[in-house]
């Protein structure tokens, strides 16, 4: 698909309010209505667009906790990824899980009640992973800045 100046537009104005109304997407980007629908209806149906959320105060429903975890596992056991990637899916505290390159293996970002609940995640549930050699945590004081769910759309 062949990304134009107004599809950039709508990605951008989505991106900032996923609950635009057609009609208002159209008159920020110029379109009429019909046009406007085609184009966001195209930029979903080839993956641009991946779905429409709402974004959560963590804090504030009682998730205070957040980490940033660094985990290294024996990769000399038999499907140590694939079990680990099995695993990891399951638990509810892992927000986001990554493959790195570097000292660990894995950067997992996890969001827990409390600093209680947190240490009973690493303690019960991560340490006895298969495989688990090395559990790194950082615990974040203030987040500074949160745009992991958006994209730099300047173009």
Do not use: T
Not at 11 to 28: P, T
Not at 46 to 67: H, V
Not at 85 to 106: H, K, M, R
């Amino acid at each position: 698909m062949q990304i134009d100046a107004i599809d950039w537009r709508i990605l951008a104005a989505l991106q900032q309010n996923g609950r635009l109304s057609n009609q208002d997407l159209a008159d920020k980007v110029a379109l009429s209505p019909s046009a406007c629908l085609r184009r966001v209806r195209a930029l979903e149906e080839n993956g641009l667009i991946r779905g429409y959320r709402a974004e959560l105060d963590a804090a504030r429903l009682g998730c205070e906790l957040e980490a940033i975890v660094h985990v290294g596992l024996d990769q000399s056991r038999q499907d140590w990824h694939e079990e680990f990637l099995e695993q990891v899916d399951a638990l509810e505290e892992v927000a986001a899980a990554y493959i790195v390159a570097g000292p660990c293996n894995y950067v997992l970002h996890v969001r827990c009640r409390n600093l209680a609940a947190f240490s009973d995640f690493v303690v019960e549930k991560l340490n006895k992973l298969p495989g688990m050699r090395d559990i790194c945590s950082y615990i974040v004081m203030r987040k500074l800045k949160d745009k992991l769910g958006q994209l730099p759309l300047g173009h």
